[in-house]
C-alpha cells in the first residue's frame, strides 16, 4: 500500500501510496487473503489507510504524502507501511495514546513514548523489529517532528518562541548551555565535601594528601571518558555476530546491546566500593547518537584516583580495562543470560 523512500540517510524520510491497489483478488495465495481480512478487520489504521488509498486510485488524485502529513496528522501509519508487523490495532507505535482513548474513554493528559515502545518490540524474539532500519528511523523522526510541532504550539498559546520550550533537547543551540549549569551543582556541592571532613573523611584526606593541597582537582570532573565503538569490532554476543556481516540489518540491535554493555561496564566500574584504578564519588553520562545510529558516549566524573590516569588515557596496550571487561561480559555473562526466559535482566536499573 505504501511506499517509504529510505536508501541513503541524507534527509528525511519520504512516502507515497503505491499505485496499485491492493484487493484480496490480487492476493497471490489463500493464506494471503485471509491475512488481508485478518487486518482489516483487526487494524483500524491499516483499514483506514487502505480506504485511504482505494478513494486516491478512484478520484485519479496525487499519491503523494507530504511532510506535514506524514510526521503530523497521519496517525499510526506505520501499520500500513509495514503490515506484517503491525497485525493488530494494539501493536501502533505512533498511535498508542489515540488507541488508548478510544478504548478506554480516557480524556486525560498521558505522555507516551514511541522509542519505548519500539524498543519493546526490538527485544522481543521477532528480530524482523530490529531488522527494519528504515522503520526505525521513521519512527525517530516522527517522534522529533510530533515534539517540535507540540512545543511550537505550546509556545504560541504562551506568546513565547518555540526554542524556549526545546532547549531540553540536543538539537538545540541552548542545550550545552543548560548541561553545564547542570553541571555547577554538582561542582559546588564536591567543593563543600572536600571541607568537610566529619561526613567525608576519605575525600578530605585525599584533598590534603594532592600536591598543594590542590582542591579544584576533586571539586571540578578529573575524568573523562568518551566512548565511539565500531560495530564491526565490538565484542557481540553469539547471535548478533551474523550481523557483523551486514551492520545495517542490526544496526538498532547493535546500539542497544552497545548502550546496555556499555552502561552495565561503567556501573560495575562506579560502584560504591571503588576498583583498582579508581573510586567514582559522582558521575554524568550523556549519549548522543551517529548518522548510522552507533550510541556515541560521553562520561564525566568526579574520582580519587589510586593511579596516575593518564595511564588509562588513549588505546594503551598495557593497560585495556574497558576492553576485557566487554569481553568478559559479552562472551559470559550476556551468553548466559540470553539463554534464559528475561534476556535483558543484566541490563535492568
Known sequence: MFSLKLRVKVGLSTAHFKRTAVTESNMPTPRAKAAFRYLLANNKYYKKYWEMQKELLENDRILTISSFDLFINYTG????????????????????????????????????????????????????????????????????????????????HFGITADILTRDSQGSAGYWEIVQDSLADPVRIQLGRCYDKDAHPDLYHYVRGLRGGAVWQVAFPNLFITLAPAEWKFPLPYFLEPYKKNICAGSYLITLHIFYLTCTVWNFLAARTGNRWFTVLEWVKKTEYQGRGTEHTHIAAWVMAHVIL????????????????????????????????????????
Not at 507505535?93 to 514511541?114: A, C, F, K
Not at 588509562?312 to 576492553?323: E, S
Not at 526466559?341 to 543484566?346: A, F, K, Y
Open 77 to 156: 501509519i506505520e501499520c500500513a507501511m509495514y503490515p506484517v508487523l503491525y497485525p493488530e490495532t494494539a501493536f501502533t507505535d505512533t498511535g498508542i495514546l489515540q488507541t488508548y482513548r478510544d478504548e478506554s474513554g480516557d480524556r486525560t493528559v498521558r505522555t507516551v513514548s514511541i522509542g519505548h515502545s519500539w524498543t519493546i518490540k526490538v527485544c522481543s524474539g521477532v528480530r524482523a523489529y530490529g531488522e527494519s532500519h528504515h522503520l526505525a528511523f521513521f519512527l525517530y523522526e516522527k517522534q522529533l517532528a510530533m515534539k517540535y510541532f507540540a512545543a511550537h504550539t505550546r509556545a504560541q
Open 310 to 349: 593518564l595511564c588509562l588515557a588513549g588505546n594503551i596496550k598495557k593497560v585495556r580495562v574497558v576492553t576485557y571487561l566487554l569481553r568478559y561480559l559479552a562472551h559470559q555473562h550476556l551468553t548466559d543470560t540470553c539463554l534464559s526466559s528475561r534476556p535483558l535482566v543484566l541490563f535492568s536499573d
